[in-house]
Every structure is written in C-alpha cells, then in structure tokens.
C-alpha cells in the first residue's frame, strides 16, 4: 500500500498495490507498469517515455489521470475488465495508440495539445462519452454511448462508421 508515490527513474518502472493509488509527480524514463487494486489517482503530472499499462485487479475501478501536464509519450493500455471509469489527459502530441477495456461506464479522454490527434478503436460505454484532441479526432472502431451524453471537441472530427450509435450528442 503505497497511497501517494513518485517516481523518478531513466528506466522501467512495475508497481504493484493492493489497494488505491496516487501518483505524484513522476518522471519514468521507460515503460511504467501499475497493477492497482483501487483507484488510481494523481496528485501531479506524470512523463512516460515508455509504454504506461495500467491494469486492475478488482472491480469497479476508476482511473483518473487528468493533470493537464501529463506527458503520456507512448501507447497508453487499460488492461482488463475491471474498470469502471477511465479519464485520462494527455499533452503530448501526437500521443501513441490509446487501448481501452470493455464495459466502462464513463470515459474521459483529453488531448489538449494543439496538434494532438486521438484516434480512438471500438469503444463503448454505458454512460457518457467524452472525446477531446487538440488537432484531429478520428476511429477506427465504432463508438457507442447509448445511455449517457456524448460530447466531442476537435478542431476537425471524421467520425463516419455507421454503427456509431450515441445518446445524445452534444
């Protein structure tokens, strides 16, 4: 149980807690690999270099990783099935391959850099949807919020797979 951790390595970083996480100001000059039995929060910005994979072992887990100085410079992996919410910013641009796991029932996702694109795969959510990047959103898997509100802020957006189905759409 750590509660709040830093980081600050020029390589691979593996953390695992049995319980809740609060990551504070880290810089990981590798991958960075949490293994989180409780939500994952941040207290400061974060610099991935690597990979970040972050995967829960109980469910309903909320991951909320929305400081507006994250520098997320590589592909970015929620694992498993257990999470319930996923918010994440993001000011690298352009960030890498974003994974997203099945069954979330809200998600978040914020590319704030200016010429940040988010190309997003098949995702569904129960709940409310929110897209953001910076340049251009795009997809190449259907998107569907059928329950809650979706709301997308890109300067250019192509969403064009007919089997998109939103609720409402802000």
């Known amino acids: 149980n750590f509660g709040t951790l830093s980081l600050n390595t020029t ?4 953390i695992v807690d049995t319980d809740a ?20 929060t941040q207290s400061a910005a974060a610099t ?16 909320t990783l929305t400081n507006t100085s994250n520098d997320f410079q590589n592909t970015v992996t929620f694992a498993g099935t257990s999470f319930d919410e996923v918010a994440l910013t993001n000011n690298n641009a352009p960030p ?22 988010l190309t997003i795969g098949n995702t569904s959510v129960s709940n409310n949807l ?15 919020a059928t329950a ?10 192509t969403l064009t ?3 998109n189905d939103f609720g409402t759409l802000v």
């Open 11 to 14: 390589g691979n970083a593996t």
């Open 21 to 40: 996480l609060a990551l504070g100001a880290s810089t990981v000059g590798g991958a960075l690999n949490l293994t989180v039995g409780g939500d994952l």
């Open 48 to 63: 991935v270099t690597g990979a970040l994979t972050v995967t829960a072992t109980t469910a309903n887990i909320s991951a």
């Open 96 to 117: 890498g391959v974003l994974t997203l796991p099945a069954g979330l029932s809200n998600l978040t996702v914020n590319h704030i850099n200016a010429a940040a694109n």
């Open 130 to 144: 929110t897209l953001s990047a910076g340049n251009t959103l795009a997809q190449t898997g259907s998107l569907s």
């Open 148 to 157: 809650g509100t979706t709301t997308l802020t890109a300067g250019n957006a």
């Open 161 to 163: 797979n007919t089997s």
